[in-house]
């Protein structure tokens, strides 16, 4: 199975800052990578998939790159409802496979 | 597009129970279903899928005590979860699944202590 590891756990950063999030897979693989926020008592939400491409309504803050074993999520300037857990997921093999999550917390 | 997961309750370990995600806004039989369950405060792990034609597959935690079903009929589909342990505690989130998940159900919280 692919491992998919996150870093950090947690970040704390300020309302406005832009920020990246990093997300390793244990093996090789193309653009076969999803995003997801979760907010605290819902369900998960797709960000990103095909490692770049926005979902339907993603604000343009939000975005995606990376191939092989390194991906990245950036958000551009952090707003007040993006405080949440991230998730990577790849969808390459199966199983398909979660990172442990990355919470980003207000500073 | 609304999914609504139902069914999560208190079981006792070895105890039984049934879930049910219900589809509407589209039309989820030509989509995959796929549960997944997020145990308290930990993260979120792939249960049991189920394709359009009815082939199914489960993550190796719950193979042979859960089943995945649906019904095409009612845009519903079903994880029948048996032989519970404590470490099924959790809530189940039921999700169109394509190759990644989207979009989620609410998700139902199942817990199993005696």
């Known amino acids: 199975e692919i491992v998919m590891t996150q870093s950090p756990a947690t970040l704390s950063v300020s309302p406005g800052e832009r920020v990246t999030l990093s997300c390793r897979a244990s093996q090789s693989f193309s653009s076969d990578l999803a995003w997801y926020q979760q907010r605290p008592g819902r369900a998960p939400r797709l960000l990103i998939q095909?490692?770049?491409t926005r979902a339907t309504g993603i604000p343009a803050r939000f975005s995606g790159s990376g191939s092989g074993t390194e991906f990245t999520l950036t958000i551009s300037s952090l707003q007040s409802e993006d405080f949440a857990v991230y998730y990577c997921?790849?969808?390459?093999?199966?199983?398909?496979?979660f990172g442990q999550g990355t919470k980003l917390e207000i500073k | 597009v609304l999914l609504v997961a139902s069914g999560g309750d208190l079981v006792q370990p070895g105890g039984s129970l049934r879930l049910s995600c219900v589809v509407s806004g589209f039309t989820a039989s030509p989509n995959p279903m796929s549960w997944v369950r997020q145990a308290p405060g930990k993260g979120l792990e792939w249960v049991s899928i189920i394709h359009s034609g009815g082939r199914t597959y489960y993550a190796d935690s719950v193979k042979g005590r859960f089943t995945i079903s649906r019904d095409n009929s009612k845009d519903t589909v079903y994880l029948q979860m048996n032989s519970l342990r404590t470490e099924d505690t959790a809530v189940y989130y039921c999700a169109v699944h394509p190759n990644y998940f989207d979009p989620w159900g609410q998700g139902t919280l199942v817990t199993v202590s005696s």
């Open positions: 095909g490692a770049s």
């Open positions: 997921q790849q969808y390459n093999k199966w199983p398909h496979t």
